[in-house]
């Protein structure tokens, strides 16, 4: 009996957390009759008893008083709204693979009512994105996160693509030899950002263009003055493997906003005119940071150095 009783709280619960939600309310019978279908004998006085122990228990089970009382499952470990970013953020994001967002997605719809999971599924569609291949990127993460915290070096390959779309090692399979700092998301990707032997300096890689990671037993001593996130911000293209320079921008005000999103809100700023103001940011002076410039359509001007002036200038005049 006392066996019949703890399951008859589990399975109460599991109804009222997957089956309830505050636009689907059941009342005590709804609750009796699921109970039924599961072999498990209840009353009235022995629901009410049930839900006040889950009550004390700490589960929110909100009671909408009417003639029939009506019962859901009020605050989760995860709000619905919460629960849409998270969905969102897996269906976006590049770096996890169409079979891996799924699954994920499944998973997460479990942490609410089946009707929200339903809504979930079919906002979070993957009909359209863009997703990678590359199923090994879990495990590649983990592999990096555990040398990140036990500063233990690694060593991979990086491969590029062919002009008919075929994977390629480079440097003919070339391996790396990285003391990993940190893994950092920017521009719809996961970075991976640490020393590099072969370069000699701190260097970035796509995670999702790593082959053949292997987590060595050699340790290192990570240097406590590097900033990661300065590093990350500073590279407007991640791809960028130059030096990084100081420049100096004349902007227009509306894209106050736009450089504080893209440099923190620590991006030194003064007053030029009634329109403009200027700021320096440090980056890696790359194509993709001309073309970054150019897309604001005359609203961002280089003013110095004056060889990023001219290489801006040589830019331009390739959209003309």
């Known amino acids: 009996m006392q066996g019949q009783g703890n399951m008859r709280i589990v399975e109460l619960l599991r109804f009222l957390y997957q089956q309830t939600d505050e636009n689907h309310p059941v009342t005590v019978s709804d609750m009796i009759s699921y109970l039924n279908e599961k072999r498990i004998q209840a009353v009235r006085q022995t629901i009410y008893a049930d839900i006040d122990i889950l009550t004390d228990a700490g589960f929110d089970i909100v009671v909408v008083k009417s003639t029939q009382n009506q019962y859901f499952m009020g605050n989760r ?40 999971a339903s809504q979930l599924e079919k906002l979070a569609s993957l009909s359209s994105r863009v997703k990678p291949d590359n199923e090994k990127v879990y495990y590649i993460i983990d592999t990096i996160y555990a040398a990140v915290l036990d500063h233990r070096q690694i060593r991979f390959q990086y491969y590029e693509y062919t002009q008919s779309k075929e994977k390629v090692l480079k440097h003919d399979g070339y ?31 796509r995670v999702d263009r790593l082959a053949n990671i292997e987590l060595l037993e050699s340790r290192f001593f990570p240097s406590e003055e590097f900033d990661t996130a300065a590093y990350t911000n500073k590279i407007v293209d991640m791809f960028a493997v130059a030096s990084s320079i100081r420049v100096d921008l004349l902007c227009s005000n509306e894209l106050m906003r736009v450089m504080i999103d893209d440099y923190g809100e620590d991006i030194p700023v003064q007053p030029c005119d009634e329109d403009h103001f200027l700021t320096t940011i440090e980056v890696n002076p790359s194509s993709t940071f001309y073309g970054w410039v150019f897309q604001f359509m005359g609203k961002i001007k280089i003013l110095s150095p004056q060889k990023c002036v001219d290489e801006m200038r040589r830019a331009a005049e390739l959209f003309v």
């Not at 994001?93 to 998973?107: D, F, N, V």
């Not at 970075?191 to 072969?198: D, P």
């Open 77 to 116: 470990l995860f709000e619905y709204p919460e629960l849409k970013m998270l969905t969102d953020a897996v269906a976006s994001s590049k770096i996890i693979s169409r079979r891996k967002s799924e699954a994920l997605i499944r998973k997460l719809c479990h942490l609410t009512s089946t009707y929200q």
């Open 175 to 205: 391996c790396y030899l990285l003391d990993p700092y940190a893994l950092e998301w920017k521009n719809d990707h996961y970075y991976l950002i640490g020393y590099s032997h072969k370069h000699q300096r701190m260097a970035h890689f």
